[in-house]
């Protein structure tokens, strides 16, 4: 289940000023929040509880009850944050939001050219997801290194219409941060994936994507899960199908 904390940051380009102001309050008051009604929270806020009935929907609540309810099991249950293969799925499941997934697949459909771009152990995952468009006559291409890549940004037309979507789980890897930065002078529109959290790669791309899959390492190897990865690949890959036809 997603706190309260990682519910603001996937939802947060939903979010109004006024949204910022009752989440703040929120998150320092969460003890006087569930032990009062909607009408108290919006008198101590100088507004409304339509206001407030708004923003839990915004955050993936049926209403402010609902939202009411989570705090509260995140105040009474001891949070430990597990790093297992269950965990990392459940929370990636809830990490997959259905809107941008739409826009994700509206982007790519309206390319020109849609181009996929990974280093290391995510690179495979951009050929996968270049197969599973081809399946509905989508072209789209990828790249494992990064010269490759970086010749065919320089051969695209600012003018036209080009999407590019960098897969990072960690969101600072130097080529994909590199490449992205050429892909945004050159006005393609960036997509990025990667793991839940804030990262340099997020902040540059139109549209984010987020699995949950922490980093991990066991004798200096790198044994990081990629499953969450292939979780909202696949989520996307049939929004797609399902649009196609």
Same mark, same amino acid.
């Given at each position: 289940?997603?706190?309260?904390?990682?519910?603001?940051?996937?939802?947060?380009?939903?979010?109004?000023?006024?949204?910022?102001?009752?989440?703040?309050?929120?998150?320092?008051?969460?003890?006087?929040?569930?032990?009062?009604?909607?009408?108290?929270?919006?008198?101590?806020?100088?507004?409304?509880?339509?206001?407030?009935?708004?923003?839990?929907?915004?955050?993936?609540?049926?209403?402010?009850?609902?939202?009411?309810?989570?705090?509260?099991?995140?105040?009474?249950?001891?949070?430990?944050?597990?790093?297992?293969?269950?965990?990392?799925?459940?929370?990636?499941?809830?990490?997959?939001?259905?809107?941008?997934?739409?826009?994700?697949?509206?982007?790519?459909?309206?390319?020109?050219? +849609?181009?996929?771009?990974? $280093?290391? =152990?995510? #690179?495979?995952?951009?050929?996968?997801?270049?197969?599973? @468009?081809?399946?509905? *006559?989508?072209?789209?291409?990828?790249?494992?290194?990064?010269?490759?890549?970086?010749?065919?940004?320089?051969?695209?037309?600012?003018?036209?219409?080009?999407?590019?979507?960098?897969?990072?789980?960690?969101?600072?890897? +130097?080529?994909?941060?590199? $490449?992205? =930065?050429? #892909?945004?002078?050159?006005?393609?529109?960036?997509?990025? @994936?990667?793991?839940? *959290?804030?990262?340099?790669?997020?902040?540059?791309?139109?549209?984010?994507?987020?699995?949950?899959?922490?980093?991990?390492?066991?004798?200096?190897?790198?044994?990081?899960?990629?499953?969450?990865?292939?979780?909202?690949?696949?989520?996307?890959?049939?929004?797609?199908?399902? #649009?196609?036809?």
């Amino acid at each position: 289940m997603l706190q309260f904390k990682e519910r603001i940051q996937k939802y947060e380009y939903k979010l109004s000023d006024t949204d910022d102001q009752i989440v703040e309050f929120i998150l320092n008051n969460k003890e006087k929040v569930i032990g009062n009604s909607i009408q108290y929270l919006a008198a101590q806020l100088f507004t409304v509880p339509n206001t407030i009935t708004r923003l839990s929907k915004k955050l993936g609540f049926d209403g402010f009850s609902q939202m009411k309810n989570s705090l509260k099991e995140e105040i009474v249950n001891v949070y430990t944050e597990e790093d297992s293969l269950t965990f990392n799925i459940h929370k990636t499941i809830g990490l997959i939001d259905q809107n941008k997934i739409a826009l994700t697949t509206k982007l790519i459909h309206e390319a020109r050219r +849609a181009l996929f771009f990974g $280093v290391g =152990d995510t #690179a495979p995952f951009c050929e996968m997801m270049v197969k599973n @468009l081809k399946v509905v *006559s989508k072209q789209a291409e990828y790249y494992f290194h990064r010269h490759d890549v970086v010749y065919e940004l320089s051969k695209l037309e600012s003018s036209e219409n080009n999407v590019l979507f960098l897969i990072s789980l960690s969101g600072e890897t +130097a080529h994909v941060l590199n $490449v992205a =930065d050429l #892909a945004k002078q050159k006005g393609i529109k960036l997509i990025s @994936l990667t793991h839940f *959290s804030k990262n340099s790669l997020q902040q540059i791309a139109e549209v984010n994507l987020y699995c949950y899959s922490p980093n991990k390492r066991l004798n200096d190897y790198n044994i990081t899960d990629k499953t969450p990865l292939l979780l909202v690949l696949r989520a996307l890959s049939e929004f797609y199908w399902k #649009a196609s036809k």
